[in-house]
């Protein structure tokens, strides 16, 4: 099975910061990789798939790239509403464990 | 609007039984392969089970394979999820989830959410 690693479990941050953060898949999975953001007793939202293309309705500042083995979502300038719990998922199965992006 | 709407879940002792349902809305579900997905408290995400849109193919997590069901109703817009044979373990939250659709090509991907049913496994 496909191992999904997700790095930092938590990253504190600021309003306004670039926040990057990184899933590795332990082989690799071309480009199925899909991130989502959930928020405390919410439903996880759709962010990014096939790596790298924005869902509809998502803000710009969310981008993801990678191929392969290495991925990251990248939030350009972090928001009030983006403190949240990060997931990537390699289509269809596997998720990662999270990552939380928490106020500094 | 388009809806998931999760029902179905509660209390159920080890070994038990549970149907979970999941009505759909505002969009042709037929079109759509589908998912649950479970989360166990202050826990990550897992998937559980997927078919596709004609019924034709479903696999499960090897967590649940031999003991869940994963069909759907073309007719009624929903989905379904026989769950026997409970564990502590599969106390969770489940969600159905829509997987996204791209210019007529399936990504595999969620891209609408049910609000989720909590089930809880315990004596």
């Known amino acids: 099975d496909i191992q999904m690693t997700q790095s930092p479990s938590t990253l504190s941050a600021s309003v306004g910061d670039r926040v990057t953060i990184t899933c590795r898949a332990s082989?690799?999975?071309?480009?199925?990789l899909a991130w989502y953001q959930q928020k405390p007793g919410k439903a996880p939202k759709l962010l990014i798939y096939k790596a790298s293309s924005l869902e509809s309705g998502v803000p710009s500042r969310f981008s993801g790239s990678g191929s392969g083995t290495e991925f990251t979502l990248t939030i350009s300038s972090l928001q009030p509403d983006d403190f949240a719990t990060y997931y990537c998922?390699?289509?269809?199965?596997?998720f990662g464990q999270g990552t939380k992006v928490e106020i500094k | 609007q388009v809806q998931l709407v999760e029902s179905g879940g509660g209390l159920v002792k080890p070994g038990g039984s549970l149907r979970l349902s999941c009505a759909a809305s505002g969009f042709t579900f037929s079109d759509y392969y589908m998912s649950w997905i479970r989360q166990a408290p202050g826990k990550g995400l897992e998937w559980v089970s997927y078919i596709s849109s004609s019924s034709s193919y479903t696999n499960y997590a090897d967590s649940v394979k031999g003991r869940f069901t994963i069909s759907r109703d073309n007719a009624k817009n929903s989905l379904y999820l026989q769950m026997n044979s409970l564990r502590a373990e599969d106390t969770a939250v489940y969600y159905c989830a829509r997987g996204l659709m791209v210019r007529g090509l399936h990504e595999f991907a969620f891209d609408i959410w049910g609000q989720g049913t909590m089930v809880t496994v315990s004596s």
């Open positions: 082989q690799s999975i071309s480009s199925w």
């Open positions: 998922q390699q289509y269809p199965w596997t």
